[in-house]
């Protein structure tokens, strides 16, 4: 059983609303199976300070096609609004069994 | 005049795999008793007699480990490299001291078995049976029960170096003691771990277990005590597998063959466990045993030994219900195996006021491992979501990520 780690950081454009954005890491090796958990976030409001409505930090698996591991990472950050821009990033800690 | 020809008999593959049921449904190779089957009283004195059912083709073709002339299949390092840690399953000769009836085994010289360890023997799980073979096993005093299979098993010991030197003349054998029956028939499966006494690994050696099954065609060796005899050597390529069995058509064995490793040639490792006779000059007929695909699935000490353990994940979305202050939620997931070892990290998690925007004083989503029970992974989220009042309800889920060492 071989277990190896990437962590791969997604930036978060400038924008509003509930983001989806995806990524992908590559082993050395073929991957036996894969899952991916948050290795950290930051999500920041573009201009000045507001209340919040919602905070929300996703990542989920999409395929794992030979050495590579396809995710997806979604987060929302707003006020009741939600017209609120904001941006920042989520890091990814992707465990794979490799062969 | 011997067979010399190690081939598989694949002419006669079609026909065998279409009666395949009736080839393979023969009974486990316990020893014979004296003066059956064509078997000598005095098996030892007379081993050349022997010819009976689980000789391939009617005619012996094994031969003394330390007088083999290398013409098998395999070559005479592949077996001087090999043999030595085998062993010979006998039952203890203080029986009558133990057990108002001591069955008929007093002595008894009964498998054959294989140092996997310093100190693990692997052979098969019908040495320890209850029953079968048509032989008495002591009862527990005062009844007309058999003993258990435990108790079968620390009532036996394992012979080592029980074989004919170079000249012929036989070697002192060295006993070791059974301390405990480790594993019995899991999964249903015809095989058994012992743990003897000491380490008898650091002196005989240890044979490696494979951790995937071979291919058929692929040169097997058999090193074995038939009838109870000092250890000889057989070998042949594999006919077949059929479910968790492995066949061989041209390996003689004989009842005391049973739990012998079925050593792969180049490679030396243990690819199944001898258990069956069925060999006889009918087309098709075959010794099988159990591949060691299927009971690497089922037996946690040799999954630990060939790092045949894997590592495997799940996810689990627990929803947290409208309300407000600290939240802890437990959840389970289950895997498709045993679990040794877990750890759970955050997935992703969603935190929302019911009820418009506010600020925040807290945030907060965490997960830890409860505990570990069997297949199942139990787990708690915990999370926390307020303004400096705690006052005002939130929802969301957490995501947990569970990441478990399984079977």
């Given at each position: ?44 409001y573009a201009s000045s300070d507001h209340h919040i409505n919602v905070v929300e930090a996703d990542t989920d698996i999409v395929s794992v096609s030979g050495n590579t591991v396809n995710f997806r990472v979604e987060c ?24 | ?16 795999h279409a009666h395949e049921h009736e080839h393979w449904n023969f009974l486990p190779e316990l020893p014979l008793r004296p003066g059956e089957h064509g078997l000598p009283e005095d098996v030892e004195s007379d081993p ?154 650091n002196t005989f050696g240890i044979t490696e277990v494979a951790d995937e099954d071979a291919d058929e065609g692929d040169m097997l060796c058999i090193i074995q005590h038939p009838a109870g005899l000092p250890k000889r ?175």
């Amino acid at each position: 059983m071989a277990i190896e780690f990437r962590t791969s950081s997604v930036a978060i454009p400038s924008g509003t609303g509930r983001r989806s954005i995806n990524g992908s890491t590559t082993f050395g090796s073929p991957v036996k199976r894969a899952n991916v958990a948050l290795n950290g976030f930051k999500l920041d409001y573009a201009s000045s300070d507001h209340h919040i409505n919602v905070v929300e930090a996703d990542t989920d698996i999409v395929s794992v096609s030979g050495n590579t591991v396809n995710f997806r990472v979604e987060c929302s950050y707003a006020d009741k609004n939600f017209d609120d821009a904001y941006s920042g990033y989520i890091t990814a800690l992707v465990v794979a069994e490799v062969e | 005049m011997a067979k010399k020809t190690k081939t598989s008999k694949v002419h006669e593959k079609t026909e065998a795999h279409a009666h395949e049921h009736e080839h393979w449904n023969f009974l486990p190779e316990l020893p014979l008793r004296p003066g059956e089957h064509g078997l000598p009283e005095d098996v030892e004195s007379d081993p050349g007699a022997i010819v009976i059912e689980s000789i391939c083709g009617g005619i012996d073709d094994s031969q003394p480990v330390e007088q083999y002339d290398g013409t098998l299949g395999v070559t005479q390092a592949f077996v001087s490299a090999h043999q030595r840690p085998v062993g010979q399953l006998q039952w203890n000769d203080n029986l009558a001291d133990i057990y108002d009836n001591p069955g008929n085994v007093n002595n008894v010289r009964w498998c054959t078995g294989t140092l996997i360890s310093r100190n693990l023997f692997l052979t098969a799980g019908h040495c320890f049976d209850r029953t079968g073979g048509g032989w008495q096993r002591p009862l527990i005093d005062g009844t007309n029960t058999v003993i258990s299979s435990a108790e079968i098993a620390t009532n036996m010991h394992v012979n080592f170096d029980f074989q004919v030197d170079p000249g012929g003349n036989l070697r002192p054998e060295q006993q070791v003691a059974i301390q405990s029956l480790v594993e019995y028939r899991l999964g249903n499966l015809d095989f058994a771990i012992v743990r003897l006494a000491g380490s008898p690994g650091n002196t005989f050696g240890i044979t490696e277990v494979a951790d995937e099954d071979a291919d058929e065609g692929d040169m097997l060796c058999i090193i074995q005590h038939p009838a109870g005899l000092p250890k000889r050597i057989e070998a042949g390529p594999i006919f077949h597998f059929h479910d968790s069995r492995i066949g061989y058509d041209s390996i003689d064995t004989l009842g005391g063959s049973s739990g012998s490793g079925l050593l792969h040639s180049p490679s030396g490792r243990i690819v199944g466990v001898h258990t069956n006779g069925g060999c006889s000059t009918t087309a098709g007929s075959h010794n099988h045993g159990v591949r060691i695909g299927a009971i690497l699935a089922q037996s946690p000490t040799l999954a630990e030994i060939t790092g045949k353990r894997r590592c495997d994940f799940r996810t689990i979305s627990l929803g947290v219900p409208a309300g407000t202050g600290r939240r802890s939620i437990q959840g389970a997931v289950s895997f498709g195996s045993r679990v040794f070892q877990a750890g759970v990290a955050l997935n992703g998690f969603k935190l929302d006021y019911v009820n418009s925007d506010h600020h925040i004083n807290v945030i907060e989503a965490d997960t830890d491992v409860v505990s570990i029970n069997g297949n199942s992974v139990n787990i708690r989220v915990e999370c926390n979501y307020a303004d400096k009042n705690f006052d005002d309800p939130y929802t969301g889920y957490v995501t947990a990520l569970v990441i478990a060492e399984v079977e």
